[in-house]
């Protein structure tokens, strides 16, 4: 397991040049706890050292546990053939995403290095966009005709396994065009009659995934149904290859983490660019640009209500708080809201249930929060209609903010804008201008009746 002692202990063997013995005590870690190690170095040499002391059945384990920003590193400095190695000792899916990553011209020598049957695979796999089935899917497939005995299938897989490492969920019958015909789960071959054929006992796939689906559609199936593996077939019915849960699990986590960084106006590219100053800045620009004209629109709306503020100065006191109060209960309900469009759960056809229910709870804060803060303004300035307006405009931008928080990621949507991307900042920007704009207009109704 990986330990701050395990680091320290790795980067003195280094800094004394004890290769034979850091081969030794490596060969002991998991490979999961090389990449931490690896990932926790703070020299980029002694990342890329400790990485090519490794044996290339480890190496390829660890490749693909790395973040983006180590593995490109350890990349750039890794020879063609020693390369060629690692992406032959690894699955069909993760050595094309290692082939895929890789400048053209390096990706080229590598795969010229690899024998053709492998190198046939790994082309027709870099086919695929890296977000649909195709790019997921591992090309590595226990296929079997239909008309063979359970018998005659252990028999075959015995000996497939003396020739492969992978692992098997469940074999797929296929006819004579490669066509998936039905699945059979290893468990049920096991224990079914040795003389049986396999088209009797084989089962209709749950569910089976067209080569260019988008990855969150099929992640969406694997959770629904879940699912260890599913195959994957183009339009024909042809089976390519098949999906495994392991890929699911990054494909979620990826998809998580782009959303969040999304709702902060930032990118996931961020973390793919490191110290790259400029480049971080162009991402995060835009919607800060976009907050920074929402402030001063809502400085000119206080400047253009001068003067009910020059006559009650107390109202100064709450600008914050309703703002405030605002942005929050908006990035609230847009944050649950993008989660829902991203997960399925919130749909065109039952977002009216949704709006109702945010309604509700908007509603049963706005009252608490409103009544709360005029209470506050009452007992501070000893002033009542003080405390109303305060309340009201507490109560009024609590529940336009909500409305704007649960509408607007749909709405963008519907426009083709990702409201991942756009919901976080538009909406803090609308409900600061929409609060002070609503603050103001009730404050100046009640003007006669403030005190300065």
Same mark, same amino acid.
């Given at each position: 397991m990986y330990s701050e002692e395990l680091k320290e202990k790795i980067e003195k063997l280094l800094k004394q040049k004890e290769f034979k013995q850091t081969i030794e005590l490596l060969r002991k870690i998991h490979p999961a706890d090389i990449a931490e190690l690896? %990932?926790? +170095?703070?020299?980029?040499?002694e990342k890329i050292q400790v990485f090519q002391l490794l044996d290339v059945d480890i190496a390829s384990e660890v490749i693909v546990k790395l973040s983006e920003d180590t593995r490109r590193l350890i990349l750039e400095e890794l020879t063609h053939g020693h390369l060629a190695d690692i992406v032959e000792d690894l699955p069909s899916d993760e050595a094309a995403d290692i082939i895929g990553d890789l400048p053209e011209e390096k990706a080229k020598k590598v795969l010229d290095q690899i024998p053709p049957k492998n190198q046939a695979k790994l082309?027709?796999?870099?086919?695929?966009?890296?977000?649909?089935?195709?790019?997921?899917?591992?090309? %590595?497939? +226990?296929?079997l005709p239909a008309d063979i005995?359970?018998?005659?299938?252990?028999?075959?897989?015995r000996s497939l396994s003396e020739e492969t490492e992978e692992k098997y969920h469940a074999i797929f019958i296929v006819n004579g065009k490669h066509q998936l015909l039905g699945i059979i789960p290893l468990y049920k071959l096991i224990i079914a009659p040795p003389y049986e054929k396999l088209f009797s006992i084989m089962e209709k796939p749950e569910v089976v995934i067209k080569v260019d689906e988008d990855q969150e559609e099929v992640a969406k199936k694997f959770q629904k149904y879940d699912l260890v593996s599913a195959p994957v077939v183009d339009d024909q019915g042809v089976l390519l290859g098949r999906i495994t849960i392991d890929d699911i699990i990054d494909v979620i986590e990826k998809e998580t983490s782009e959303d969040f960084y999304r709702l902060a106006g930032t990118d996931v590219e961020e973390i793919v660019y490191g110290d790259e100053i400029l480049k971080i800045s162009r991402i995060r620009l835009p919607w800060l640009i976009t907050n920074l004209f929402g402030g001063l629109l809502t400085g000119l709306i206080m400047w253009f209500f001068k003067r009910t503020i020059g006559e009650a100065i107390a109202l100064i006191s709450f600008i914050p708080v309703i703002t405030g109060m605002g942005g929050n209960v908006g990035i609230q309900s847009s944050t649950i809201t993008v989660r829902g469009l991203a997960t399925g759960r919130v749909r065109s056809f039952n977002f009216k249930y949704h709006l109702i229910k945010e309604i509700k709870v908007a509603f049963l804060m706005a009252n608490i929060c409103g009544a709360t803060v005029g209470l506050i303004a009452f007992l501070w300035h000893g002033e009542a209609i003080l405390g109303l307006?305060?309340?009201?405009?507490?109560?009024?931008?609590?529940?336009?903010?909500?409305?704007?928080?649960?509408?607007?990621?749909?709405?963008?949507?519907?426009?083709?804008?990702?409201?991942?991307?756009?919901?976080?900042?538009?909406?803090?920007?609308a409900n600061d201008v929409v609060g002070i704009l609503i603050y103001m207009i009730i404050a100046t109704i009640f003007l006669k009746y403030l005190s300065g």
């Open positions: 690896i %990932e926790n +170095l703070p020299d980029e040499e082309r027709h796999l870099l086919r695929y966009h890296e977000e649909t089935a195709g790019g997921l899917m591992q090309t %590595e497939i +226990l296929t005995t359970v018998e005659e299938a252990i028999e075959k897989i307006v305060v309340g009201l405009a507490m109560f009024c931008a609590m529940t336009i903010a909500v409305l704007m928080g649960t509408l607007m990621p749909l709405i963008l949507r519907k426009l083709g804008v990702d409201p991942a991307v756009a919901s976080g900042p538009f909406v803090t920007t």
